[in-house]
């Protein structure tokens, strides 16, 4: 069946500008992640969507950093105001639940350059 | 706070065996997850441990001990094809994942 996939594959903005990147989950995967990838660092988790229960927002970096899910379905993390520190990779993932014994299942990414 | 650390990088030779180690520190433990990840490429699940021991699976193979808060990914029969970054992350008592910085492993003819 269809992976994960997100769009725009690349992205380049100038500074300031405001940003939407988007997320397709594999159909019936209630549970959704973003995280952020700098160039050869490790992932760092910005958001977290179960189902219809209250996002984790823990992960966001400043309030110009917001994400939206409908339903069990898409979803769109929005960068407002970017800033040339908002480059990098940006992953969602997908999994059947939260529950312990589920990996994620990731997209291919959006690579987000900001002049 | 929580934290995972891994090398940053190792080598090794095509046809050898080589062991990537992992310790972590977590709040709560829910399982301890290996991702592979090739240059330019998302994430890729290899394996899941939740119970202390081995998972073997192929050529790779996962280990935990839940007490000494360590995990190891061991490859056997390295392949050109296994140079990548190996991820490991443990789920704590939120189910959160919690991601180690990756080690990034060369392959060597």
């Known amino acids: 069946g269809a992976g994960v996939s997100q769009s725009p594959s690349n992205k380049v903005t100038e500074k300031g500008k405001d940003v939407e990147l988007r997320c397709d989950p594999i159909?019936?995967?209630?549970?959704l992640y973003w995280y952020r990838q700098r160039l050869g660092q490790g992932l760092e988790f910005l958001i977290y969507?179960?189902?219809?229960?209250?996002?984790?927002k823990s992960g966001l970096p400043s309030d110009r950093f917001s994400a939206e899910r409908t339903g069990e379905s898409v979803s769109t993390l929005t960068i407002q105001r970017t800033q040339q520190e908002d480059s990098a990779v940006y992953l969602c993932?997908?999994?059947?639940?939260?529950?312990?014994?589920?990996?994620?299942?990731f997209g291919p990414g959006t690579r987000l350059t900001v002049l | 706070g929580q934290n995972i650390d891994q090398p940053t990088e190792m080598t090794a030779t095509e046809g050898a065996i080589v062991q990537i180690n992992c310790t972590y520190q977590?709040?709560?433990?829910?399982?301890l997850f290996w991702y592979q990840q090739h240059a330019g490429e998302a994430p890729t699940f290899l394996s899941y441990?939740?119970l202390d021991g081995l998972e073997e699976k192929g050529r790779f193979s996962s280990f935990l001990s839940r007490s000494k808060g360590y995990s190891y990914l061991l490859l056997k029969e390295l392949q050109m094809k296994d140079s990548a970054s190996y991820l490991c992350?443990?789920?704590?008592?939120?189910?959160?994942?919690?991601w180690g910085a990756g080690t990034k492993l060369i392959i060597k003819p």
């Open positions: 993932a997908s999994s059947p639940t939260s529950g312990d014994q589920w990996e994620q299942f």
């Open positions: 159909s019936g995967h209630t549970a």
């Open positions: 969507f179960q189902g219809n229960s209250a996002p984790d």
């Open positions: 977590t709040s709560g433990f829910n399982g």
């Open positions: 441990n939740v």
């Open positions: 992350a443990v789920k704590d008592s939120n189910y959160q994942l919690i």
